[in-house]
Nanobody
Framework: QVQLVESGGGLVQPGGSLRLSCTVS???????MAWYRQAPGKQRELVAR???????NYLDSVKGRFTISRDNVKGAVSLQMDSLKPDDTAVYYC????????WGQGTPVTVSS
């Protein structure tokens, strides 16, 4: 069973940056990968996805601030988050976009002054 381990979250002030990382126990070759987030009291939402040819899509509210990337050899997916806002506060998860694997623990991000 594929295991997902997210890391890199933390407390940051508005306008700050964080880089999230996700390591996958299996291969990600040929798989569209994605980052999701779930804020307190809200449903999980898709933040960004990246295809095998590195085409990307983003949630409108993060366009121009977040950048998703992948390393197929390492089996890793990253999310660079800049100009963070309080509304970005959530637990962030990565997963297979097409066929959802079991969810990891996620990494919490808190944007607050």
């Amino acid at each position: 069973q594929v295991q997902l381990v997210e890391s890199g979250g933390g407390l940051v002030q508005p306008g700050g940056s964080l880089r999230l990382s996700c390591t996958v126990s299996g291969t990600i070759f040929g798989i569209t990968m994605a980052w999701y987030r779930q804020a307190p009291g809200k449903q999980r939402e898709l933040v960004a996805r990246i295809t095998t040819d590195r085409s990307t899509n983003y949630l409108d509210s993060v366009k121009g601030r977040f950048t998703i990337s992948r390393d197929n050899v390492k089996g890793a997916v990253s999310l660079q988050m800049d100009s963070l806002k309080p509304d970005d506060t959530a637990v962030y998860y990565c997963n297979n976009y097409t066929t959802t694997w079991s969810w990891g623990q996620g990494t919490p991000v808190t944007v607050s002054s």
